[in-house]
């Protein structure tokens, strides 16, 4: 979970200066766009267009490396699902094993597009601050009537800012937990449920007691879910305005 | 220019808390606010900002009265709150994030938060520190963030509610010279603790509770005349002394005072003026150290 705080790499590259908002509608509107192509020739555009996006953005290739390797197993599962279990022409065949070439190309294509996404959007976490990518998209729902359920674009920017910042804290306190456990005498490898529950009951109450503390602070520091302002000023330039109005066009070219 | 009258409060589960807490804070006050856990002391303090309303009686900060649900927010900018932990309070992904939460709250526009955030970070010591994130920060450095944080909100008084108990000593140090500044500065300061040392040399005015009473109230001299057990070693000595005969106050607790108390008794004050005693004062001092 530290990676999805280190992802950013600070930077002054045009993709940098973008309004964090230019760069979560493009990666919407990007996302769908992958996810909707067929053919082999229009994902090596975007591959082609990714690589020009990295290098402009000045990241280095680790970061990248590092946001797929997680999801490594996943991919691989997905790949052989399609290799194995799509109808067609078989590559060879050992008894109900049996890959097909149909398949080799749809597990390609699919894990490709996978791949993409992920790029993609380590590529907007990569050139913007976490709370950048909290404000736009508070921004962005706060034009939507949200109140309507009882919820507020303000309250959903806080949840998630305070997610990024207290997950690290959370796994500290588990640890603890843990050692504290060891240290009585607790074989973690002998009885894994056991393990399970009474690890899971300290960090509950733990959980619980760190929020309610939070809460008190919030609330003494005066915060109101309803309105809030920003120590950062979002700014929509010229630029942006050139980004969006380019992917919506290329947006609209996919579809004729 | 905080007034308490006759504060009784229970928790909802029917513990008495507080139990007929009279009291008054003037402005620019340092008070603090000592006793055992469980005395009421957290319980008093967080009445101060309405976190908690009066069972019985009632509470005026700066002439609004704490019931008085519309006000809540101008409380809570007058009278700002610093807790223990330095991580649960800690709500920004960097220090300038944190500090600037409370003026967000306030919904100032941007440039103004920008101005009160490098303030109060350069009042605390931390400016230079302010794109950190809070693992890359120590104890007493999150503590004075959240100091900073308060300060941003710009509020007449602060409450520091056990600030340095899960500090080293170097960390607690510093907390306390930030403290001293702040109170320095006109800002009134009301510090809830349980190590009576560190604060018997800044504090106007002791405040002792037991069992959601006040059970004294007065200066740190007035105070070491009055406890019995738990007192600095300084204190302890000098009552030994006093005990065996020596012409001595035991009212004392800093090391210089002691001093020129005992060099006193021993019949040197007459001969050695004042300065040159503090002198050899602080040399006793620093061989301590």
Redesign the interface.
């Given at each position: 979970m530290d990676e999805l705080?280190l992802s950013y790499v600070p930077g002054t590259s045009p993709l940098h200066k973008l309004d964090p908002r230019t760069k979560l509608v493009a990666l919407m509107v990007t996302s769908i766009l992958v996810l909707q192509t067929a053919t082999f020739p229009k994902l090596g555009l975007f591959a082609a267009s990714f690589v020009l996006l990295a290098y402009l953005s000045g990241v280095g290739t680790g970061v990248f490396v590092r946001s797929i390797r997680p999801m490594l197993v996943f991919f691989t599962f997905i790949f052989l699902m399609h290799l194995f279990l799509t109808e067609g022409d078989p590559i060879f065949r050992i008894g109900v094993i049996r890959p097909t070439f149909e398949g080799l190309m749809a597990g390609t294509l699919i894990t490709a597009r996978f791949v993409l996404l992920i790029l993609f959007a380590s590529l907007l976490t990569a050139t913007t601050r976490?709370?950048m990518i909290t404000n736009g998209i508070e921004r962005l729902l706060r034009s939507l009537p949200l109140k309507r359920i009882g919820l507020s674009s303000f309250d959903i920017a806080t949840m998630m800012?305070?997610s990024?910042?207290f997950v690290?804290?959370l796994l500290d306190n588990a640890r603890q937990i843990r050692y504290a456990q060891i240290a009585r005498g607790l074989d973690i490898r002998h009885n894994i449920f056991r393990t399970a529950s009474t690890t899971i009951t300290p960090m509950i109450r733990e959980s619980v007691s760190?929020a309610d503390?939070?809460a008190?602070?919030?609330?003494?520091?005066?915060?109101?879910g309803d309105?809030?302002?920003?120590?950062?000023?979002l700014k929509m330039r010229a630029a942006d305005w050139g980004v969006l109005c380019g992917i919506g066009g290329l947006a609209v070219l996919s579809y004729v | 220019m905080i007034h308490i009258n006759n504060l009784s409060y229970r928790y909802p589960d029917g513990t008495l808390a507080l139990d007929g807490v009279d009291m008054s804070i003037e402005k620019g006050e340092f008070v603090a606010l000592i006793g055992k856990n469980g005395c009421g002391k957290t319980t008093l303090v967080r009445h101060l900002?309405a976190?908690l309303t009066p069972t019985e009686g009632s509470i005026s900060v700066f002439g609004m009265d704490t019931k008085n649900k519309s006000g809540v927010?101008n409380i809570?900018?007058t009278v700002?709150?610093v807790?223990q932990?330095p991580?649960?309070?800690?709500?920004?992904?960097?220090l300038?994030?944190d500090v600037?939460?409370?003026?967000?709250?306030?919904?100032?526009?941007?440039n103004e938060?920008?101005k009160r955030?490098d303030r109060s970070l350069r009042k605390v010591g931390l400016l230079e520190y302010k794109t950190h994130?809070?693992?890359a920060l120590s104890g007493g450095q999150m503590q004075r963030a959240a100091i900073a944080?308060?300060l941003a909100?710009e509020p007449e008084c602060i409450v520091l509610d056990e600030v340095t108990s899960m500090l080293d000593p170097e960390s607690r140090g510093n907390v306390l010279d930030t403290i001293q500044q702040l109170h320095q500065s006109g800002k009134t300061i009301i510090y809830v603790t349980q190590r009576i040392e560190e604060i018997l040399p800044l504090a106007d005015r002791i405040v002792s509770m037991n069992n959601g009473k006040i059970e004294f109230m007065g200066t740190p001299h007035k105070y070491l005349a009055y406890v019995e057990s738990d007192i600095p070693a300084i204190t302890n000595l000098m009552r030994k002394l006093k005990a065996k005969g020596f012409d001595v106050r035991d009212d004392v607790f800093a090391v210089d005072d002691a001093f020129l108390e005992i060099m006193k008794a021993w019949g040197m004050g007459k001969e050695v003026d004042g300065v040159d005693m503090l002198d050899g004062a602080d040399k006793v001092n620093t061989d301590d150290g």
């Open positions: 705080i976490s709370t800012s305070l990024i910042r690290p804290v760190t503390e939070l008190t602070a919030m609330e003494s520091r005066c915060y109101q309105f809030r302002t920003s120590l950062f000023e | 900002n976190l927010w809570r900018q700002g709150m807790f932990n991580q649960t309070q800690f709500v920004g992904t960097t300038e994030e600037a939460f409370g003026p967000e709250n306030l919904t100032l526009p941007p938060i920008r955030v994130a809070p693992k944080g308060v909100m």
